[in-house]
């Protein structure tokens, strides 16, 4: 079943690359329980169905960077961006994306939480196995307040702009 607004954010985890070591977290890959990362907080979310795809790379995630203050400006604490790709895959795909340290780029490397949210899709046609919709979400404290989910192949309503129109 598909997540809806007023559901709570499923349990399950992500994984970040760190590329700096701090306190609780090691450089490299690091796995997160997703209700630890959302408790007390708004947190944007846009999922996409891969790294250097080109609606992914050419517009969901610029626009993401692009906004950023504005969002944080209206009480976001965190934007994540969810793909089924590794951890690796990720950082290097942030590091290309200047999201580092504005955009976390968050693993979902078997699709596991994608299938809990219930936004996952085959892909298998591409020769990309199951990934994850194209979507936008708002959570607060863990709850969806705002849920954009794209019809497929279209990129209209989980952009940037939309979302930060919907706060």
Same mark, same amino acid.
């Given at each position: 079943?598909?997540?809806?607004? =007023?559901?709570?954010?499923?349990?399950?985890?992500?994984? +970040?690359?760190?590329?700096?070591?701090?306190? !609780?977290? &090691?450089? !490299?890959?690091?796995?997160?329980?997703?209700?630890?990362?959302?408790?007390?907080?708004?947190?944007?979310?846009? *999922?996409?169905?891969? %790294?250097?795809?080109?609606?992914? &790379?050419?517009?969901?995630?610029?626009?993401? $960077?692009?906004?950023?203050? +504005?969002?944080?400006?209206?009480?976001?604490?965190?934007?994540?961006?969810?793909?089924?790709? #590794?951890?690796?895959? /990720?950082?290097?795909?942030?590091?290309?994306?200047?999201?580092?340290?504005?955009?976390? /780029?968050?693993?979902? =490397?078997?699709?596991?939480?994608?299938?809990?949210? =219930?936004? #996952? %899709?085959?892909?298998?046609?591409? !020769?990309? =196995?199951?990934?994850?919709?194209?979507?936008?979400?708002?959570? $607060?404290?863990?709850?969806?307040?705002?849920?954009?989910?794209?019809?497929? *192949?279209?990129? +209209?309503?989980?952009?940037?702009?939309?979302?930060?129109?919907?706060?």
């Amino acid at each position: 079943m598909t997540i809806k607004i =007023g559901d709570k954010l499923p349990e399950g985890t992500l994984s +970040e690359f760190i590329e700096t070591e701090t306190e !609780g977290c &090691s450089l !490299g890959p690091n796995t997160f329980n997703v209700q630890d990362l959302v408790k007390g907080k708004k947190i944007a979310i846009f *999922g996409l169905p891969g %790294a250097y795809t080109p609606t992914c &790379s050419a517009q969901h995630v610029p626009g993401y $960077v692009k906004h950023a203050a +504005e969002l944080k400006a209206k009480g976001v604490d965190e934007i994540w961006c969810i793909s089924v790709n #590794d951890a690796f895959v /990720m950082g290097a795909w942030g590091r290309d994306q200047k999201a580092t340290g504005v955009v976390r /780029m968050m693993a979902d =490397g078997n699709a596991a939480y994608s299938k809990a949210l =219930g936004l #996952d %899709a085959d892909f298998s046609k591409f !020769g990309m =196995g199951t990934r994850s919709q194209r979507y936008s979400l708002l959570a $607060v404290d863990g709850v969806v307040t705002q849920l954009n989910i794209e019809q497929g *192949g279209k990129f +209209e309503v989980s952009n940037a702009e939309t979302l930060l129109g919907q706060l």
